[in-house]
């Protein structure tokens, strides 16, 4: 079946880096438009980028442009989000999620990421 | 960029019929695709329903989605409620590649 295993969360401090990564399965990856999308705690869900199939159309979010940046490896099945100049606001579970048709689905579990001092 | 507004919270008790809007304020609604997510309590959000009205596999016939052009807005109707239903709702749309969420609405079933 489709699945989707984020990793890569942590506790970091403001200013730090952190990579995220998501490991696809139960489908042909490099079909398929992928996104990431975070959930500050109690709070609703933010879109923040996606990136073609072939890796030549990516998108952002104004909230994110600059400061976060997403990649995939077709060959490794996988997905990336590099994120830079990390703020306290960036505190939330982050999600891979698969474009299907017009919909997102499936996500994944998520991953925590906390930017505290 | 347009926003999609949702009620804060529903409430409705088992057996009963519920429906939560998402209202788009600028442009068609029939312009692009409405989706549903469902949002359990501790859980990742799954999708209830895809481009306005179509069910995901598994996903029981009491969801069902619609849009209304006149009060520009999206709909996702439970039907039979169950306690199992009580979760935060989503609904989400997009615009030259950007994906926009509504705030959420949280459904309580008493």
């Known amino acids: 079946q489709v699945q989707l295993v984020e990793s890569g969360g942590g506790l970091v401090k403001p200013g730090a880096s952190l990579r995220l990564s998501c490991a696809a399965s139960g489908f042909t990856f490099s079909d398929h438009y992928m996104n990431w999308i975070r959930q500050a705690p109690g709070k609703g869900l933010e879109w923040l980028s996606h990136i073609s199939g072939s890796g030549d159309n990516i998108k952002y979010a104004d909230s994110v442009k600059g400061r976060f940046t997403i990649s995939r490896d077709n060959a490794e099945n996988s997905l990336y989000l590099q994120m830079n100049s990390l703020r306290a606001e960036d505190t939330a579970v982050y999600y891979c999620?698969?474009?299907?048709?017009?919909?997102?689905?499936?996500w994944g579990q998520g991953t925590l990421v906390t930017v505290s001092s | 960029n347009f926003m999609l507004t949702q009620p804060h919270s529903v409430s409705e008790s088992p057996g009963k019929t519920v429906t939560i809007s998402c209202t788009r304020n600028?442009?068609?609604?029939?312009?692009?695709?409405v989706q549903w997510y469902q949002q359990r309590p501790g859980s990742s959000p799954t999708t209830v329903i895809y481009e306005d009205d179509q069910r995901p596999s598994g996903v029981p016939d009491r969801f069902s989605g619609s849009i209304d052009r006149s009060s520009n807005s999206a709909s996702l109707t439970i039907s039979g409620l169950k306690t199992e239903d009580e979760a935060d709702y989503y609904c989400?749309?997009?615009?030259?590649?950007?994906?926009?969420f509504g705030g959420g609405t949280k459904l309580t079933v008493l």
């Open positions: 999620v698969r474009d299907f048709r017009t919909a997102l689905l499936p």
């Open positions: 989400q749309s997009y615009d030259t590649g950007n994906q926009v």
């Open positions: 600028s442009g068609s609604i029939a312009s692009n695709y």
